[in-house]
């Protein structure tokens, strides 16, 4: 299509442009053949696996590319691609999953989402449903009138009565009214009347009545109406959503409200009586507080933010101008005479809904969110109410606190996983390197360090070994079944499971030869038993060859200590090595920037040209920017910290209370927990079609513990000079650790190379898991078995 802005000339340099620049967006399609990870099995489908699958994204970029271009690779190699947004480059990471960079799910820019437009719809709702109300919400509506609404209509009854001793009775009459809306809020109206006395305050706040009809017949099915302040502008916006509304009144946040008109007033307008200040003592003393607890219990519980929200605004109203607000049910609104200087504030007919579970905040789920309570919850009642008060109750027992901790670290980590993978979008792949190697294993390694000063060896190593096995049997049969819900089998590209499966494999052989070494030369005893025959009186025994637990002898600080130190640098070598090559092969094609044509643009500068990416909304804006990323990171990464060391101190109550093995805690509860949004992350990209960047997650996590974690935590243990040997991770496994993850890792990149991934095979990877953990469960059992057999003198 030609574009009247530009001549013959330039069109024609438009097109060499747009040829020489391939729409990255193709990341996140289903359009292009050589880009399918996954797709649906069709009915006839061929089931030979085609012979031109794509090694990587560069070959994807190539086949997208003319060949006139491909012949000039060599001139421009690193001028092929223009500089990314924030959207294309997440795809881009998740597209070509780079070894030692985050990959995340959730969107790390700023996207419109419809949960958010209807969360403020929701109390803004000025018209009738038109068809019935479903009977889910008249039950909600009816709990809130029999518990949060009657109690603050009660709360309101006595704070009516205390204005009324006052000798003020419109104050009272306010608080008798408002007591009325608070007990049942649902089909009623919050009008504002405007005082002539004060328009500028009053002029853009509400909407009138006919703007009401006007978004009854826009926003049919809708239960909920709080339209926003209006604004001093007079400009209009050009963009509108699919309802014909502005994007501004339909999106924009508070921040970007102009307020510069709005009058702050903390206790309301008018003359000063006996009544206006009792009123407004009792309601910051009493009303107003009662009022956020009831709105913070509503935001927790998520499915109720309706509530929340209507808490918010109407407390704001209150306290500028209470005498002016006024309720009424929508049906008597329309008997009585209209009044052009009254304006709808507030409406809903829901307590609730369903679809709250998708609430975000600065791209962030409001569950997420939430869960931060119970941090702050859990650093208080441990260090001021058990440690400093010394109070014992329910709340301050050993066993609820460290059930609370492990709720605490999923929001931790996901807050730390998020801030990690949005510093490596918005910085080079260096930086994001080195981010995501630091931080996404530090607070992991501070946890385990922390059980080795505190003699718990043995759950550290379970740690280890759960992690692995979690991420290459557990998190990829989950994955493999959550992907079959939307479709029965996915295909993806086999080939990008070669450096994974070969990274692994390496790591598993450097891991275990201090322990094969172990297993070769370590001392080993004779224990005996009497046979048992039946009558004969002959002199028999039965013995067997058994290699004792694991001990500081010789043999280990001569020869295992130096060994498993050299195998600790060699296992973090080959990460370096992996991130030095992922630099060279990866960072000009995710991170590179189009300087030629910077230097065409800025060479013709009085040439006006459209650019496409204007046609749509930019993604430019990241959710959080970079020194808020940072802030969160720091600020995680210190409270996981804090909750690590009362998690640990807190583990021996478990152990004592339930009759567990520490190895086997550390193989399931401390494997599991800190790494609950890899398997969020995992699932999801799943259930979208993606198996394949689901399991490259749980190889990407295994190896990292192999690669990064063990060898801190070998190192650590030989530079505190430990002398106990459950204060020391000296990479020396028992056999059935050593048998069940080799044959893990083997079955997972098996399965990984075939190229197809089921429910069935899902299925198959979570029970060889189980079975595995019962083995683990057993080998503890036999440890501690008395079978008769002594040592031989």
Known sequence: MSTPLLGPSERSESRSRKRSRPNLKRFGSLNHSKLIYSVDDDVNEDDKVPEDYVEGYNDALKDLQSPDIQDNESIHSNSTLESLNLRERQDAINSTHPFGIKIWKPSLYKKTRSVATRADEDIHDFRKPAHSIFWGVKLTNLIWCLTAGLFIYIICLIGAGFVLLAGSKPYSSALYRLGGYWLYPFGKFVLLTKDKNYLNEDQLEGRTINEFHQWRQQEEGRLFFAPPRRYTSDTTPL?????????????????????????????????WTLGRIIFYIYFYLVLQPISYIVGFICWLIVFTIPMSNITLTLNSHLRRHPLALDYILEKEYYKQPRKKNQMILLCTYRCCGFHYYKYTI??????????????????LDYFLIKEYLGI????????????????????????????????????SMGVGAVINAFFSTIVEIFLYCVALNQSKGKLVEGSMIGSILGGVLLLPGLSMIGGAINRKTQRYNPRSAGVSSTMLLYAMVIMFAPSLFYQIYGAYEIKCKKCVIGLDDDDCTKCRFIQPSFTLDQLYYKVLKPFSLIVAIALFAAYVCGLFFTLRTHASLIWATNSHEIRNETGTPTTPRINPQDEQPSHDAPNWSRSKSTIILLGATLLYAIIAEILVDNVDSILKDFPINPKFLG???????????????????????????????GSAYALQVVLIQIPCLVIYSILKQFVSVDMIFSLVFPRWDIIATLISIYLFTYIYAEGKSNYFKGVILILIYFVVLIGFWFNDIIETLDDGYELKP
Not at 362 to 376: A, K, Q, W
Not at 395 to 407: D, E, R
Not at 690 to 696: F, T
Request: proline letters at 3%.
């Open 392 to 427: 014992e109750v329910l709340l301050t027992n050993s066993t609820v606190i460290f059930c609370l901790c492990l709720f605490s670290i999923i929001p931790l980590a996901y807050f730390i996983g998020q801030a990690v993978a949005s510093i490596s979008a918005q910085s």
């Open 239 to 271: 963009m509108k959503d699919h309802k014909g509304r502005p994007l501004r009144d339909a999106y924009q946040v508070d921040e970007e409200v102009e307020d510069v008109d709005i009058k702050v007033r903390f206790f309301g307008r008018g003359n």
């Open 667 to 697: 193989l399931t509860v401390f494997a599991l927990v800190p790494n609950t949004t890899e398997f969020l992350n995992a699932i999801s990209f799943a259930v979208g079609g993606n198996v394949a960047l689901s399991m490259e997650i």
């Open 362 to 379: 600065d791209g962030t789920n409001i569950f997420f969110i939430n869960l931060l309570s119970v941090v702050l919850f859990v650093i």
